[in-house]
């Protein structure tokens, strides 16, 4: 495991379809990549800088987003996100993303993730769900 610094980087990409668009997330009704999709995927370039920086047994979470969505992508383009780490603050990371498609600069975010236990943390989530049986 290496240290979590300042600095650490990660890159995402995918290939924009109907799946992703606005219209079928409900986030709009038209057919380009709708901002839900591309905040998954500039989460998706936060988590993937954090791979093998951080302790066995523990994972981060997505606490905080502040996106905007700068232009629109067309379905069966490629797009790309981009996030470096600039805070470690105990268990909170600040990253800025970017996200680009094959012509412009598509989006920019500041992300806030959090350090956690994660089998402490998916223990949590289970106790709200409804008793089986």
Do not use: C
């Not at 290939?15 to 901002?35: F, K, N, R, Y």
């Not at 998954?40 to 791979?51: H, R, T, W, Y």
């Not at 981060?60 to 996100?81: C, Q, Y």
């Not at 806030?112 to 769900?129: G, L, W, Y």
């Amino acid at each position: 495991m290496d240290e979590l610094v300042p600095g650490l980087t990660g890159e995402v990409g995918m290939i924009v379809t109907e799946a992703d668009t606005a219209a079928h997330w409900g986030s709009g009704l038209v057919p380009v990549l709708g901002t839900p999709a591309m905040v998954g995927l500039m989460e998706g370039a936060a988590v993937q800088a954090l791979v093998g920086h951080l302790p066995p047994g523990r994972t981060s979470v997505g606490g905080r987003i502040d996106v905007r969505h700068l232009a629109p992508t067309p379905v069966g383009m490629r797009v790309r996100a981009r996030a470096e780490l600039l805070k470690v603050e105990g268990r909170r990371l600040v990253f800025r993303v970017e996200a680009w498609d094959e012509v412009e600069r598509i989006g920019e975010a500041t992300h806030e993730r959090f350090i956690v236990d994660a089998e402490r943390f998916i223990a949590r989530a289970q106790t709200k769900a409804p008793p089986t049986g």
